[in-house]
């Protein structure tokens, strides 16, 4: 059985005792990992070390993108101008009385004495890579520390809330999406204002946590975030309610909701980052992340 | 024994197609081809560990799991092990394989493939959460498949002659 090239007997150990001591190792990293987040140096190692390698990589698509938006057809263009300038007049007109509702709002809140809200910056980002989801489902960005960001921020895309940012290196970042399992957003239900907690169940979906079978809930309630967590700002858009099944056995419902920001699709996404406080006597907003 | 410098297996060779390996899983896959994308890594790894046992082993695989969990954003050592258990597998049955032609050899390695899925499957789910449905186990099919192609390139490359030498 001696062939070429496989190791018996001499100065090394077998197989069966390497493995072992190898599967001991890994042990301890994911104990090192899980119990004590002992390994974020070296993700952020690895990190600095992809990032240029996946912006690279992810050149050719954009090239192909690029190349697939220059021909587009010229009247498929000239629509979606007109459409765009008909929302950008409605949006002109929903803009005007925001900013009427926003004067009247800070005049009432200075007669009943509230604080300011805190304000919202936001930072573009772009997707450069998506791993497996076979555990949590998480996107990377391609900005990071150096753009401002931080653990625990929300991320949107034009329809609403994506995720929150769960790792973030040097430059670039991790997101937990919405949908990702065990990821909480606590939301009110926009028609009732009823407030209850979404969670994620994976394969792109989340359910509405904990709504007594009493509750006035329909299919097609929009679901917002509430903003009590601190967390995420009042009022993003996240979900919309498919489907409400009422269970024999426990107290609550069991309402599914799609997400309504595009997770599997959306390239361009906006990090939302406090605005630092205009009076000295507002606390920062911290923000921890619910996970 | 071991030291003999095949011409088959040169660092720079093994360093390369690794390499290679590496920058394809650093692709930005999305979608059905994510889901489907074979385990790059693992099967050149398991390559050079069944034609070069002597320079690629456990060491270097395990590093290159922990790449692969960094890229799934998953537990550091959930990859590491269960490559380790994939050259464990294939050292034990090193002398078998080598002795079948590409489509053998790849049906063979396709049980080695699944135990290793299942093992980082089981290790994510010990460690952190149950896995979402068995849309794990789909690199496997694909996986075997590029071992199939990588085995046929290699017999194709070498022509016969290398085959008989062994």
Not at chain 1, 111 to 130: D, F, K, N, S, T
Not at chain 1, 188 to 203: D, P, S, V
Not at chain 1, 257 to 271: F, I, K, N, Q, S
């Amino acid at each position: 059985m001696a062939m070429p090239g496989q190791l018996m007997f001499a100065r090394r150990l077998g197989p069966t005792a390497r493995l072992a001591i190898w599967f001991a190792i890994g042990v301890a990293c994911v104990v090192l990992d899980v119990r004590y987040q002992a390994m974020e140096g070296l993700r952020s190692g690895l990190a600095l070390l992809l990032e240029p390698v996946r912006v690279v990589l992810r050149a050719p698509t954009d090239v192909a993108v690029e190349l697939n938006g220059f021909f587009t057809r010229h009247r498929l263009l000239q629509k979606e101008r007109d459409e765009l300038l008909a929302e950008r007049t409605r949006l002109r007109l929903d803009a005007e009385a925001a900013r009427d509702l926003a004067r009247e709002n800070a005049s009432l809140r200075a007669l009943l004495g509230l604080r300011e809200r805190p304000g919202q910056r936001a930072i573009q980002a772009a997707l450069v890579y998506q791993g497996h989801d076979w555990f949590a489902q998480r996107i990377t960005l391609d900005r990071g520390i150096a753009s401002g960001l931080g653990n625990g921020l929300p991320v949107v895309d034009d329809a609403g809330l994506v995720g929150q940012l769960t790792r973030v290196y040097a430059g670039s970042s991790e997101v937990t999406l919405v949908s990702s399992p065990e990821q909480l957003t606590p939301v009110y239900i926009e028609r009732t204002g009823q407030r209850g907690l979404a969670a994620g169940t994976g394969h792109g979906r989340l359910e509405l946590r904990y709504m007594p079978t009493q509750a006035d809930v329909r299919v097609g309630d929009r679901l917002l975030t509430s903003g009590i967590d601190r967390v995420y700002p009042p009022a993003l858009p996240v979900a919309r309610v498919t489907r409400i099944t009422r269970s024999q056995s426990g107290p609550y419902l069991r309402i599914e909701c799609v997400p309504l920001a595009g997770l599997d699709r959306a390239r361009a996404v906006l990090v939302l980052t406090a605005e630092p406080p205009s009076h000295p006597a507002a606390p920062p907003p911290a923000g921890k992340a619910p996970q | 024994m071991n030291a003999a410098p095949h011409e088959t297996g040169s660092w720079r060779r093994i360093a390369g197609t690794l390499t290679l390996a590496v920058l394809l899983t650093e692709l930005p896959w999305d979608g059905w081809a994510l889901s489907l994308r074979p385990d790059f890594i693992l099967v050149v790894v398991l390559f050079w560990v069944l034609h070069q046992p002597a320079r690629v082993g456990f060491g270097i695989a395990f590093m290159l799991g922990l790449l692969a969990d960094f890229q799934d954003g998953v537990v550091f050592g959930q990859h590491a092990i269960a490559y380790a258990l994939g050259v464990y597998l294939v050292l034990f049955l090193r002398v078998r394989l080598l002795r079948f032609d590409p489509l053998r050899q790849a049906a063979q390695m396709f049980p080695i493939l699944l135990a290793v899925q299942l093992a980082a499957m089981l290790a994510g789910w010990l460690a952190v959460e149950p896995p979402q449905g068995l849309a794990i186990l789909l690199p496997v099919p694909s996986s075997v498949l590029l071992w199939y192609a990588i085995a046929l390139f290699r017999r194709a490359w070498h022509g016969k002659s290398l085959r008989d030498a062994e």
